[in-house]
């Protein structure tokens, strides 16, 4: 991630926010219920999406550490987000502060697991960056060990954590308003990270949409290539940020939903780069509806039958009855944030599993491991995958 991205997550972070997440909550009029704790690291992939605001606007929290072993951060992102006390070391914070909520933010998968585990040691929910781990045997064990304990953790696809996500479910899916779903086509963000990192990294929020709309696929089929041939082992490669390997310039993913339903995923390198089209389109018998990635899930719908545009096909506008926009500016991520927050701390109070919870996060990097296991195996695959480490680890 580029230093300027970096800044300007940093930058939000320090706006002052009334937004519409607060108090709407059953516990934002409580006094202080809960203490949190943030853990970042400045060096190894810093504080995500802003996620060491994400307790800091609610009434009933207090975020009483944050642990950092870079000092300049220790300093920059505490006062941002009002922790009390700073640490160097993270296990130091947790054992002496023993908070009920944890952010973890660093963007990076190797200590992910290492992290929640640690948390769950103490006992603590949490909020943490995707993806969730390097490889599903980590994010195995992170499951375990917090439902050993019954403790909610929730995973930044804050996108999907909006209620305009939650009303196009609705409207297509119950209200049928484009009709019989017939198939999903999802697109990664296809810039200068386009195929394998891509599939990882803003892939998971198209597998997690696809995943909350109708649930797990029974089966994937895949095809990777680099410079129009197949992949090999040969050409893993490690992405910009320690994530696990990666492979492709060129991949193209059929999933295999309940009913018959399709999905597809597609991302590809091209002279062109990022041209918009990170989301998901869901095709109906009677129309299609949009949602496109981008800094909030912005839903539009056409109805046509065709598919196809021309004359006689209706313009593309707005879901009926939507909710208000999201916040422009520095205020959206922390506003989105606070709506995964808030169901976070509801499950909680409620015992289910949060809406963006570690284990749908799981299940989405599942999504794109099974891409790579298909790929390998020359032919479509069924799932759950047997295997959990690494399928690019395994590969010869």
């Known amino acids: 991630m580029s230093q300027s991205r970096r800044e300007f997550l940093a930058g939000a972070a320090v706006l002052s926010l009334t937004s519409p997440f607060l108090g709407r909550s059953a516990f934002a009029q409580e006094a202080k219920k809960y203490k949190a704790c943030v853990i970042g690291d400045w060096d190894n992939g810093g504080y995500g999406h802003s996620l060491h605001m994400a307790f800091s606007k609610r009434s009933d929290v207090e975020v009483v550490g944050l642990a950092d072993p870079h000092e300049k951060a220790r300093k920059k992102f505490s006062k941002e987000c009002g922790a009390a006390r700073t640490y160097a070391d993270y296990i130091e914070m947790l054992e002496k502060e023993k908070p009920n909520l944890v952010a973890v933010g660093p963007r990076i998968t190797t200590r992910h697991k290492e992290y929640v585990l640690a948390c769950a040691e103490i006992g603590a929910h949490g909020y943490m960056e995707k993806p969730v781990a390097t490889d ?99 050409d893993i490669h490690d992405p910009t940020e320690p994530l696990g390997p990666v492979v492709g310039d060129n991949i193209q993913v059929t999933y295999g939903f309940e009913n018959g339903l399709h ?13 918009g089209r990170w989301g998901l389109d869901i095709y109906g018998t009677k129309g299609i509806v949009t949602i496109r990635m981008g800094a909030e899930p912005d839903i539009w719908m056409t109805k046509t039958t065709s598919w196809a545009p021309g004359e006689t096909a209706p313009t593309w506008e707005r879901l009926p009855d939507a909710p ?31 809406g963006v919870s570690l284990q749908k996060g799981r299940d989405a990097l599942e999504m794109i491991h099974a891409a790579y296991a298909a790929h390998m195996a020359g032919g479509r695959i069924e799932l759950p995958l047997k295997e959990r480490t690494h399928p690019l680890t395994r590969w010869g």
């Open 136 to 234: 599903l045997a980590e994010a195995d064990a992170m499951v375990a060990a917090t439902e050993a304990k019954n403790l909610k953790w929730g995973v930044a696809h804050q996108k999907r954590a909006t209620p305009h996500v939650a009303h196009a479910k609705k409207l297509i899916f119950e209200d049928k308003i484009i009709g019989e779903v017939l198939e999903m086509r999802g697109r990664g963000k296809e810039d200068d990270r386009a195929g394998g990192e891509d599939l990882l990294v803003l892939g998971t929020h198209i597998m997690d949409l696809m995943l909350y709309f109708v649930g797990k696929p029974k089966w994937v089929a895949a095809d990777i290539t680099v410079e129009e041939r197949p992949a090999t082992k040969a």
């Open 263 to 275: 999905g597809f995923f597609g991302t590809k390198k091209t002279v062109d780069g990022d041209g």
């Open 324 to 354: 208000p926009a999201l916040p422009v500016g520095p205020e959206l991520i922390l506003t989105m944030n606070g709506y995964a927050v808030d169901d976070l701390l509801a499950s909680i109070d409620e015992n289910r599993e949060p």
